[in-house]
T-cell receptor
Framework: GENVEQHPSTLSVQEGDSAVIKCTYSDSASNYFPWYKQELGKRPQLIIDIRSNVGEKKDQRIAVTLNKTAKHFSLHITETQPEDSAVYFCAAYMNSGGYQKVTFGTGTKLQVIP | ETGVTQTPRHLVMGMTNKKSLKCEQHLGHNAMYWYKQSAKKPLELMFVYNFKEQTENNSVPSRFSPECPNSSHLFLHLHTLQPEDSALYLC???????????FGQGTRLTVV
């Protein structure tokens, strides 16, 4: 089955600096890679995603890059703000028998220091 | 609100109790999921229902029993749980042909 590894498990940055979180996956059949943000006590929410036919996607301060050959994808947050502090999860989806199979990473706790 | 509602938000139960978690979605989605979120572990997919049919059961112990009476409602029946089953249980829904999953707030379960 699919295996998703996420690094680092914790990350502290100064406000205004950039943060990068990386995930690797094992199954080349995975074709959709979302990133979820989970604030303390709240539900995970989708913040950005990328499909396997795209190498990079950007939405304001957030960007995701995908390297299909190396089977890794990364979340980039620029000009970090205290409200970016949360746990971030990556995931890898594949279509199996017409249905989606998903594997999540272990999460990265991001702390933005004012 | 996200349109995915879970009840109860918190549950404490003894190992001999029987309880049920409920999930309801008002998004018109046809796929629903149960996830388990434990401390320091990745989100674990437990069950997947597509059009009310169970399509995934990721080696979940039989003390967890899902039920999907229709595409808007999903239950997780619990019986004779163990303390290690204490976790946040998250429900999610999506269109089976798309992938974005919308999560509920979760039920914080404590087994004593």
């Amino acid at each position: 089955g699919e295996n998703v590894e996420q690094h680092p498990s914790t990350l502290s940055v100064q406000e205004g600096d950039s943060a990068v979180i990386k995930c690797t996956y094992s199954d080349s059949a995975s074709n959709y890679f979302p990133w979820y943000k989970q604030e303390l006590g709240k539900r995970p929410q989708l913040i950005i995603d990328i499909r396997s036919n795209v190498g990079e996607k950007k939405d304001q301060r957030i960007a995701v890059t995908l390297n299909k050959t190396a089977k890794h994808f990364s979340l980039h947050i620029t000009e970090t703000q205290p409200e970016d502090s949360a746990v971030y999860f990556c995931a890898a989806y594949m279509n199996s028998g017409g249905y989606q199979k998903v594997t999540f990473g272990t999460g990265t706790k991001l702390q933005v220091i004012p | 609100e996200t349109g995915v509602t879970q009840t109860p938000r918190h549950l404490v139960m003894g190992m001999t109790n029987k309880k049920s978690l409920k999930c309801e979605q008002h998004l018109g989605h046809n796929a629903m999921y149960w996830y388990k979120q434990s401390a320091k572990k990745p989100l674990e997919l437990m069950f997947v229902y597509n059009f009310k049919e169970q399509t995934e059961n990721n080696s979940v112990p039989s003390r967890f029993s899902p039920e999907c009476p229709n595409s808007s409602h999903l239950f997780l029946h619990l019986h004779t749980l163990q303390p290690e089953d204490s976790a946040l249980y998250l429900c999610a829904s999506s269109q089976s042909t798309a992938v974005e999953a919308f999560f509920g707030q979760g039920t914080r379960l404590t087994v004593v």
